[in-house]
C-alpha cells in the first residue's frame, strides 16, 4: 500500500542502522521532515474516521499528494475540557521545540484546518505498540534494546519537565518494531501557572512520584541535550515556535529550563559528570 511506502521512507531502513540512542528519528528521517511538513500542508484529504481513543476526541486523516499516500492525526482541542487546559497550538509547539534542541522523537506535526476548524495535523508513525500494551500484554524488551529505551525514558522525563507536559501517560509513550521510542499527544503542555515555573514534573524535586513516595528521575542524559538547553533564549525560542506560544509561556520554558540545568548540575556535582552525562 502506497501510505505504508511513505511511512517506510520517513522511517528509515532503522533494522539496518539499529537505534539511536538520542534522536530515535534517523538521519535520513529528519533530513525529509520539511518534505513531510509540506506533504501534511498540501496534500489532498481522502477521507476522516475517528480514532476512537483519547479525550480530544482526535481524527485520522488519509492523505494523497502526487501519487503518495499518507495518514495524519488531526486535533483540535481548545479551552478548558475535563478539568484541564487544552490546546491543540500545543501540538505544533512540542514539535518544534523538539527540533530546536535536536531529539526528533516526535512526529512531523502542521498546522492545518478541517472542515473549517482550525488545528494541528501530526503524521502518522506505524509502531508496534505502547508503554501501556507492553505492561499489559507483558511485551518483553530485547536485551539489545534495553540500554537504549531505559536512555530514551529519561528523555522523555526531563523534556515533560522543560514543556510542563502534564498528561504524559503510558498510551502516548510509542515504539516501532527496532524499539525507537516516538512521543505523541502534547495538548496539556506548555503550562505558564506558579506551579509549573517553580517546581518541575519530574527530577530529584520532581511533583510527580511513584507508588514508594520517590520522585521519579532522570539519571543519565546526552551532553548534546545538555548543551541545547544552555543555548536556549526568549529569541530563538520565540523564532522556534512562532505564535503557538505566548511570551509569558515562553518565559515559563525558559524558567523550567533553568530549574532543569540546576538538577542536571547538582546530579553532576553528586556523582560525577561522566555518570551523569553522556
Known sequence: MKHKAFAIMFLGVALV??????????PQDVAGREGIERFLITAEILR????????????????RKDGIEGKAVWKNPSGLQFGFWEGWQYEIAAYRMDKLIGLNMIPP???????????????????????????ERGIPIPASAMESTDRMKYITRAFDSLVANEDRTQQNIRYTEDWRTILIDH?????????????????????????????????????????????????NVKGAVGTCLTDKEIRSLLARRDLLLEDIAEMI?????????Y
Open 17 to 26: 542502522h539499529g537505534p539511536s540512542v538520542f534522536g530515535q528519528f534517523l
Open 48 to 63: 476522516t474516521e475517528p480514532i476512537g481513543e483519547g479525550v480530544t476526541k482526535p481524527t485520522k486523516v488519509y492523505l
Open 109 to 135: 506535526t502542521v498546522e492545518r484546518a478541517l472542515n473549517g476548524k482550525k488545528g494541528s495535523l501530526q503524521y502518522w508513525v506505524e509502531t508496534k505498540c505502547s508503554l501501556l500494551d507492553l505492561q
Open 187 to 235: 495538548s496539556r503542555s506548555f503550562r505558564s501557572g506558579r506551579e509549573f515555573t517553580e517546581k518541575l514534573l519530574f527530577g530529584p524535586r520532581g511533583v510527580r512520584k511513584n507508588a514508594d513516595g520517590q520522585p521519579f528521575l532522570y539519571r543519565r542524559l546526552p551532553r548534546a541535550f545538555v548543551d541545547s538547553l544552555k543555548a536556549m533564549t526568549f529569541e
Open 269 to 277: 556535582k553528586a556523582q560525577g559528570e561522566d555518570k551523569v552525562l
